[in-house]
């Protein structure tokens, strides 16, 4: 055998050996595979992301970690939020609820065709706040809190939480899509967009007025 096929072959070998290595310790010990991409999720349950070549690492906002095999699905549990009774109070009764107001603070970020992720449910339901979103912000008895906490702490379903938003906004269009609807307030400056497709995406699109329904959102 020449001599430098030789070290070819080694330094295959070196290289495969390292490889495999890395991922059992990822698997075996729940750890961040070490040749990895990282990607970081601004917003979410989903702090980063490690992909490696046969794992991917999720670190999630409540500091679970969690190594998985390429190809598997997983979502980070959403983090419980530590509410106060005084705070609970506040959303324990309809007339409650009927009392509700909101609004979004912007960034100076005017790409708005792109989207991040901002709240998980069930792993079936997502809402994406777009990019020039800040933070949606719901309002009552002069309390405030994020929509993903009034989400996860108000006492009703995600979708009656999600009508509590859309019945203060203005129906603009409904698709023949399974009933795709889109929801917007020039006062607010708010577009959302409820996906209801008949091959069950059902994410939650939201960004200001100037949002449009674009073609890789409900798909």
Same mark, same amino acid.
């Given at each position: 055998?020449?001599?430098?096929?030789?070290?070819?072959?080694?330094?295959?070998? !070196?290289?495969?050996?390292?490889? !495999?290595?890395?991922?059992?310790?990822?698997?075996?010990?729940?750890?961040?595979?070490?040749?990895?991409?990282?990607?970081?999720?601004?917003?979410?349950?989903?702090?980063?992301?490690?992909?490696?070549?046969?794992?991917?690492?999720?670190?999630?906002?409540?500091?679970?970690? !969690?190594?998985?095999?390429?190809?598997?699905?997983?979502?980070?549990?959403?983090?419980?939020?530590?509410?106060?009774?005084?705070?609970?109070?506040?959303?324990?009764?309809?007339?409650?609820?009927?009392?509700?107001?909101?609004?979004?603070?912007?960034?100076?970020?005017?790409?708005?065709?792109?989207?991040?992720?901002?709240?998980?449910?069930?792993?079936?339901?997502?809402?994406?706040?777009?990019?020039?979103?800040?933070?949606?912000?719901?309002?009552?008895?002069?309390?405030?809190?994020?929509?993903?906490?009034?989400?996860?702490? !108000?006492?009703?379903?995600?979708?009656?939480?999600?009508?509590?938003?859309?019945?203060?906004?203005?129906?603009?269009?409904?698709?023949?899509?399974?009933?795709?609807?889109?929801?917007?307030?020039?006062?607010?400056?708010?577009?959302?967009?409820?996906?209801?497709?008949?091959?069950?995406?059902?994410?939650?699109?939201?960004?200001?007025?100037?949002?449009?329904?674009?073609?890789?959102?409900?798909?």
């Amino acid at each position: 055998m020449k001599k430098g096929l030789k070290i070819i072959l080694i330094a295959l070998g !070196v290289l495969i050996g390292i490889i !495999v290595l890395d991922t059992l310790q990822a698997k075996i010990f729940n750890n961040s595979p070490i040749l990895k991409i990282r990607e970081n999720l601004d917003g979410g349950s989903t702090d980063y992301i490690d992909k490696g070549l046969f794992v991917n690492h999720y670190h999630c906002n409540n500091n679970e970690n !969690v190594t998985t095999w390429k190809g598997t699905k997983f979502a980070c549990p959403v983090k419980e939020s530590n509410i106060s009774d005084e705070e609970s109070n506040i959303f324990d009764n309809e007339n409650n609820i009927e009392e509700l107001d909101f609004y979004v603070t912007k960034k100076d970020n005017k790409d708005i065709t792109k989207f991040r992720d901002y709240y998980t449910y069930n792993d079936r339901k997502k809402i994406y706040l777009a990019n020039n979103i800040e933070e949606f912000y719901i309002i009552d008895n002069d309390y405030k809190m994020t929509l993903k906490k009034f989400i996860s702490t !108000v006492y009703q379903t995600f979708d009656d939480s999600i009508k509590d938003i859309t019945d203060k906004l203005e129906l603009t269009g409904t698709l023949y899509d399974g009933s795709t609807k889109i929801y917007k307030s020039k006062e607010k400056d708010i577009t959302l967009i409820n996906c209801q497709k008949m091959d069950g995406n059902n994410n939650i699109y939201i960004g200001d007025y100037s949002l449009d329904l674009e073609e890789n959102m409900c798909n």
